[in-house]
């Protein structure tokens, strides 16, 4: 077969292979092409060391320790914001990074490609700040061990080569793809310590991560392998939110998978439409004629008009009220650059958790945020130091906190580009400790069916894109004190519910972890995969420091819904002790 340059990789020069399959992928023939030149390279790993230093060595090789005394965040911030090429000097070898030099574009780094961001993408890096970057993490645990020389393989033909955001960096709020493009730049390996626990380590090094800023004149994404984890490998992806948001994200790992894209969207629309909810839609859609069709479309467009007034009196109601008052959850929009991770991968059951929304005609979104708010109520009750600021205040008032849900707006839950099209709604939920977990149910599944009633997500999309139009500083003051009059932010992103794979290795867990706005501390997300749900929390270190023990009281308050739903007696006892209290009241 005769050789052929690959796209956009102009200075390597392989055999093309062609995969013959339609609708699924050959996980074998593409692991030739790629593999041959770097193998010619003897396929160096670049390494983080605990000192936050990037070191290469050949495959097997010993670690090689470089004296330092920055931490990953500082190295990074330096790299990234100074453009500099200090930080690469105190790498290991020659790392490959570019240059600000090689980024605008030289006789050997040519501009291939030039797209301008969309306006909710340009909106996130003007409203990035140290403390908040926006970038979203997602978690993969696979079964067995994908070799280096796989990993960029695969990164190479199924993610850069399907979506071009991978392969360009950003300048002047515009996707710059330069001919200089090497995906072994964005490959990076941690290494657990084995004199500590693995699952404690996996946590600490997530954390260190998690607010680490990308390089800046490179494509704005990562994947992190670790090595040493019995229970397989763990690849962790850091995008930043310029590329796309949760469910282009989620969707565009699709890719990355071995299933077709056209099973995996059938299998998600029989899974959505299976539920009773949807059921309903579809059912009431069905044998309408052009009349009806025409009506329904006029009263849609009377809800959205009249809707919208009353999301902008809401927005100005809630900017009268002003922000959170200041408790263990919500310094006043103070956090710090360090964040602290914690989650329940592949933990609750998604069939079981519908049921017991069933009882309450609640949804899943109701079922989890009720068990988030009472187990934030159960830490502050149960762990909380009473000195400590804001403990005294939220031991006497038990005001409902706010919280913002990124909302997609797409028709469909599955779309084949990455992109950024979603709005917020903002909503109460109550965290004080006065309350049972049938009556917080209750009252969360209320607050969220009036955000159902209105069109928020809609409104708040077309304002963030109008937003963008105004000057730097104003976008960046405005989202910073809407950041700071939150709690915390939830994220629920619609995961796959059949099994997938990476070149024939199972992908036993997925996690995804939220990246919160500026000014906020706390960040939960919800990610649903085999009908497993699992759920993680991004906390400010300064203000929650043992965000394990949170997510405990969360599986705690879970535990105890469950039981009240499925013991007759506890049940009733919940619904008298809310009865008693709501006739009290009256």
Not at 231 to 255: E, M, P
Not at 269 to 292: C, F, P, R, W, Y
Request: glycine content about 6%; some cysteine; aromatic content about 8%.
């Amino acid at each position: 077969m005769p050789a052929q340059r690959l796209k956009n990789k102009p200075h390597i020069t392989i055999p093309l292979v062609q995969s013959n399959k339609k609708n699924s992928r050959d996980s074998q023939s593409i692991l030739s092409p790629l593999s041959a030149a770097l193998d010619n390279d003897k396929s160096r790993k670049i390494y983080y060391s605990d000192t936050g230093v990037q070191q290469e060595g050949e495959v097997d090789a010993e670690e090689r320790g470089i004296p330092s005394t920055m931490t990953p965040h500082e190295l990074h911030l330096q790299k990234s914001m100074n453009g500099k090429r200090k930080g690469d000097a105190m790498a290991a070898g020659d790392t490959g990074a570019l240059s600000p030099k090689s980024a605008g574009g030289t006789s050997s780094d040519q501009v291939q490609f030039v797209r301008a961001l969309t306006p909710l993408g340009a909106f996130s890096i003007a409203t990035e700040v140290e403390t908040n970057l926006s970038i979203a993490c997602c978690g993969l645990l696979l079964e067995g061990q994908l070799s280096h020389t796989e990993i960029l393989n695969l990164l190479e033909e199924r993610l850069c080569k399907e979506h071009y955001r991978f392969r360009c960096a950003v300048e002047d709020n515009n996707f710059v793809e330069h001919s200089s493009f090497d995906v072994r730049r964005h490959v990076k390996y941690l290494r657990l310590r084995q004199d500590a626990d693995e699952e404690v380590e996996l946590r600490r090094l997530v954390s260190k991560f998690m607010n680490v800023p990308l390089p800046k004149n490179q494509p704005l994404w990562e994947c992190l392998v670790v090595e040493g984890y019995s229970k397989g490998q763990f690849l962790l992806f850091r995008i930043h939110h310029s590329l796309g948001d949760g469910n282009s994200l989620a969707s565009c790992f699709i890719s990355f998978c071995d299933q077709s894209y056209e099973d995996l969207e059938k299998s998600i629309m029989d899974s959505i439409q299976n539920s009773s909810t949807q059921k309903a839609k579809l059912e009431s859609g069905k044998g309408k004629n052009v009349l009806h069709r025409l009506m329904n479309t006029l009263l849609m467009t009377l809800w959205f008009t009249l809707g919208t007034v009353r999301v902008v009196f809401k927005w100005i109601w809630e900017a009268i009220r002003g922000p959170d008052s200041i408790t263990v959850f919500n310094r006043g929009g103070k956090v710090g650059t360090k964040k602290r991770v914690a989650f329940l991968a592949h933990h609750f059951d998604l069939e079981e958790v519908k049921d017991i929304g069933k009882q309450y005609n609640a949804t899943v979104n109701d079922v989890i945020l009720s068990c988030i708010s009472g187990g934030m109520s159960r830490y502050y009750r149960d762990h909380v130091d009473r000195n400590e600021v804001g403990a005294k205040h939220f031991a006497t008032n038990f005001e409902n906190m706010r919280m913002s849900i990124p909302v997609n707006v797409r028709k469909r839950p599955l779309v084949k580009r990455l992109g950024n099209k979603f709005g917020f709604v903002v909503s109460r939920v109550p965290i004080g400790n006065g309350l049972d977990s049938v009556k917080r149910l209750r009252l969360v599944k209320k607050a969220m069916d009036g955000c159902k009633k209105l069109p928020e997500q809609f409104a708040s999309y077309y304002l963030g894109k109008l937003v963008t139009r105004l000057p730097i500083p104003a976008i960046t003051s405005a989202f910073g004190r809407l950041g700071s009059m939150l709690t915390f932010v939830f994220s629920n992103v619609r995961g796959c519910p059949v099994q997938l794979s990476v070149h024939g290795h199972k992908i036993k867990e997925l996690l995804g972890f939220v990246p919160c706005p500026s000014g906020t501390a706390l960040g939960f997300a919800l990610l649903s995969y085999m009908d497993k749900i699992s759920i993680s929390v991004v906390c400010d270190e300064k203000t929650i420091k043992d965000p394990e023990v949170l997510m405990q009281c969360i599986e705690d308050e879970y535990q105890h819904l469950k039981a009240i739903t499925q013991n007759p007696d506890m049940k009733q006892e919940a619904y008298g002790t809310f009865a008693k209290k709501k006739n009290t009241a009256e």
